[in-house]
């Protein structure tokens, strides 16, 4: 939680939250192995900033990784499969669409044996109606290298539309915008 979050007084964490396959909740000790093999991950890796080396992971990594707000473990049958956040989008990173306050930004990384099974846009439906509830009105951004194509899929099934297309880390960015549903 940073000084400029709009909704600084969020309660965290929130009762898990279950969905039809999947339950959402603070992240927990148990939940550091599946991270760091996550981390370590070539496949998982490939558009975010490629592998980090997984001797140094396992020496870095607090016992409790992703304690904040915002950052869920995403788990199957019992077994953590991968996290989704919504962190306040560093504001002097480019492709803000309203720079003067905290803006969300939703990130999702599952282990490659849980893709292709509808787990990820699952798991980031309940997020979001998770930050709908406890942020009212607010949008969130989501960026996705142009290049991969299964999140820019999962981002288009949870209702992003494009914003716009910057370059960032040598690579072209696909900008989302989310709006939450109004009743
Ligand atoms: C991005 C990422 C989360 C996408 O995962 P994913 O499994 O492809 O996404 P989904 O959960 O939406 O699953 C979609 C697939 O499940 C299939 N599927 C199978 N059963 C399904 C079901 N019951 N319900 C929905 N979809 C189902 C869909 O047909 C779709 O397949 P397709 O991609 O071949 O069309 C994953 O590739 C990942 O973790 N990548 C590494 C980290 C990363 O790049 N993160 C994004 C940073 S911006």
Redesign the pocket.
């Known amino acids: 939680m940073t000084a400029s979050d709009p909704a600084a007084d969020v309660a965290w964490p929130p009762a898990p939250i279950r969905t039809a396959r999947l339950v959402l909740r603070a992240s927990e000790a148990r939940d550091r192995a599946a991270f760091v093999e996550?981390l370590a991950s070539p496949?998982?890796?490939?558009?975010?900033g490629g592998a980090q080396p997984r001797a140094e992971l396992e020496r870095t990594m607090p016992e409790v990784p992703g304690r904040r707000t915002g950052f869920f473990a995403v788990e199957l049958d019992g077994a953590t499969i991968?996290m989704t956040t919504l962190d306040v989008r560093d504001p002097a990173r480019p492709g803000h669409i309203r720079p003067e306050r905290g803006e969300h930004e939703l990130?999702?990384?599952?282990?490659?044996r849980?893709?292709?099974?509808?787990?990820?846009?699952?798991?980031c439906a309940a997020a979001l109606a998770w930050f709908a509830a406890t942020h009212p009105g607010e949008p969130v951004l989501?960026?996705?290298?142009t290049a991969?194509t299964?999140?820019v899929?999962?981002?288009a099934?949870l209702g992003f539309t494009e914003a716009a297309r910057f370059h960032e880390y040598g690579a072209e960015q696909w900008r989302g915008v989310w709006t939450p549903p109004r009743h």
């Open positions: 996550l496949e998982v890796g490939t558009f975010v991968g990130g999702y990384m599952f282990l490659p849980a893709w292709g099974r509808g787990y990820a846009t699952e798991a989501l960026t996705a290298q991969n299964r999140s899929r999962v981002a099934k």
